[in-house]
């Protein structure tokens, strides 16, 4: 639960917002008053290592600021950082040439490849589905079968 909410006050944060109220976490448990610390950090097996690493800014790497040629060097995670990168600024088409080159290159799993498709699928943005699988097909044949498949249960 206490992720859920911290998860929830980070992405606020993240969208430039500032958080109506603070954590709040609501006791109804058996014992009256609650007899607990309530500082979060005692939650930690090492309260000071927590508070060292929570208390400051996280690390934040903008991908979208990454040039493209850079991204292609960073080895299996480069088709990932490529989408991520692109996927609500370009035609999905545009790319698919470096991405089906991406993916028979590094080999990924048919569970990664349903992964990336549902993900390009659910958010991102072309003009032409149906060419940018055929383009994945034909320049990625290992996988060929796995995207035509893929697709058909994207579609339902």
């Known amino acids: 639960m206490l992720e859920k909410y911290a998860g929830k006050l980070a992405r606020t944060v993240l969208r430039g917002r500032r958080p109506r109220n603070g954590l709040l976490l609501p006791d109804h448990g058996t014992t ?21 690493v929570y208390r400051q800014a996280f690390p934040l790497v903008d991908i979208t600021t990454i040039p493209d040629e850079k991204i292609l ?3 299996r995670v480069a088709l990932l950082q490529l989408v991520q990168k692109h996927i609500r600024t370009r035609d999905m088409l545009e790319l698919a040439v470096e991405l089906a080159n991406l993916i028979e290159k590094w080999q990924y799993s048919k569970e990664q490849c349903k992964s990336l498709l549902y993900y390009i699928a659910k958010a991102g943005n072309t003009i032409d589905g149906e060419g940018f699988i055929r383009t994945l097909a034909e320049k990625a044949p290992t996988y060929r079968e796995g995207f035509y498949d893929d697709c058909r249960a994207i579609r339902g």
């Open 73 to 75: 060097t960073h080895r």
């Open 32 to 52: 009256s008053p609650y007899p607990y610390t309530t500082q979060w950090f005692d939650c930690f097996a090492d309260p000071e290592l927590a508070e060292s």
